[in-house]
């Protein structure tokens, strides 16, 4: 915005023309100073964070929660593995959202034969869903919201960080880092919205990384494929998380507390999972070198689990939505509230993350509003209304 004493037409062009240069410099990259802000706190997260955590139990001790119905994605490895298990040993009904059903399958025997005398069968189920297809999102959602039945927590767990694989983009056009951890969860909550309304008071808890303090989202290249920033698969992870929270901040203020659904982002720490297969020889000599600062899949499940159960949670959203505070509530690894990145504060940035996101997944921006006032909303992805 100009100065209000400037008078002269020149002096007003002159400083446009800087303005304008220095939105596009924004544009284009972090600050040196934000990067290395952020760098600073990723490797105080991998030195500290057993420390930090060392009062946390392993594994979490959950609270009561057998009339919770959850949603997990991404919950046959890592994570999201620990987390489906130990929701269902303590009673949750858990719908295993996956690409590949049989393993999920597999992985419920497994687990129902080292369950067997111990109390009732675990209570859990497969539902395919492949978050590289927004087509298969709306088909998972359809399915679930026809049901009729509610649903307290959607865990968004599932993630990619294809480490030094090239630029590759999904079958709906959009760069992978960009669709599994950002477009397709969107999509999933927005379209779930009907079910988290009937378990309300529910949940939606998205699975972020500390990676994300160095992260940039440039709303005009959300695929990044211009000239103003050089692909890599670092660049497309920490961007894609920073995307999750600004759009979790929005939707997190959309959702009136009237509606009783919370928005969450955690980080789970820096994690030994699945990840570590595309790291190179010698990044995984590193990771066996440090076992004491890698937290295991077992570990990294407790900060999700506890926003997904403890009953203070909701209380914590409902404070910073009276404070309208700029960013949802995010979670540290060690189950504490904690502010993202400076950059995550920007809120004309979160908005346009919004807007765009709801233009990239065919929806439109007031979706929220239309669905809560029980209104059929349509989606150019499955080919069917989204609301019962």
């Not at 999201?80 to 399958?105: D, Y």
């Not at 790291?279 to 926003?307: C, D, H, M, N």
Request: proline residues 5%.
């Amino acid at each position: 915005m100009l100065m209000e004493g400037l008078t002269s037409s020149s002096d007003e062009l002159k400083k446009k023309k800087e303005e304008k240069n220095n939105n596009n410099n924004k544009k284009g990259a972090l600050g040196w100073i934000e990067w290395l802000r952020g760098w600073m706190y990723v490797i105080h997260e991998m030195l500290f964070q057993r420390i930090l955590a060392s009062h946390l139990q392993n594994p979490m001790p959950l609270p009561p929660v057998n009339d919770l119905t959850c949603i997990v994605t991404g919950s046959t490895s890592g994570i999201g593995r620990e987390i489906a298990r130990q929701l269902a040993e303590s009673g949750a009904h858990v719908v295993m959202a996956v690409r590949n059903p049989k393993a999920a399958l597999d992985l419920i025997q497994k687990w129902q034969n080292e369950w067997s005398g111990m109390g009732l069968p675990l209570n859990i189920e497969v539902m395919e869903l492949d978050l590289l297809s927004l087509d298969s999102v709306v088909k998972f959602a359809e399915a679930y919201n026809a049901r009729m039945g509610p649903l307290h927590a959607l865990i968004n767990n599932a993630g990619i960080f294809s480490i030094g694989e090239p630029q590759k983009f999904s079958k709906d056009g959009y760069e992978e880092h960009l669709q599994v951890n950002h477009l397709a969860p969107a999509l999933l909550s927005i379209l779930l919205l009907p079910s988290l309304i009937r378990g309300s008071p529910s949940r939606i808890i998205n699975v972020n990384s500390v990676m994300h303090y160095v992260g940039f989202v440039d709303t005009e290249d959300m695929n990044i494929i211009s000239s103003k920033r050089k692909f890599t698969s670092l660049v497309g992870y920490s961007s894609s998380k920073l995307a999750q929270v600004m759009f979790s901040s929005v939707l997190h203020k959309k959702l009136p507390v009237e509606s009783g659904i919370n928005v969450v982002c955690v980080s789970p720490g820096i994690v030994h999972t699945n990840v570590a297969r595309d790291l190179s020889k010698f990044v995984q000599a590193a990771y066996g070198l440090i076992p004491y600062f890698i937290f295991s899949p077992q570990e990294g499940s407790r900060s999700t689990l506890f926003a997904a159960t403890d009953p203070q949670v909701p209380e914590y959203c409902e404070l910073l939505k009276a404070d309208k505070w700029p960013v949802c509530a995010f979670l540290s690894q060690e189950c504490r509230p904690t502010n993202p990145s400076e950059e995550a504060h920007n809120v004309e940035t979160s908005y346009q993350v919004w807007e765009k996101t709801m233009e990239m997944v065919g929806l439109t921006s007031d979706v929220v509003e239309r669905l809560l006032e029980g209104e059929q909303v349509g989606c150019r992805y499955g080919g069917t209304d989204l609301a019962d």
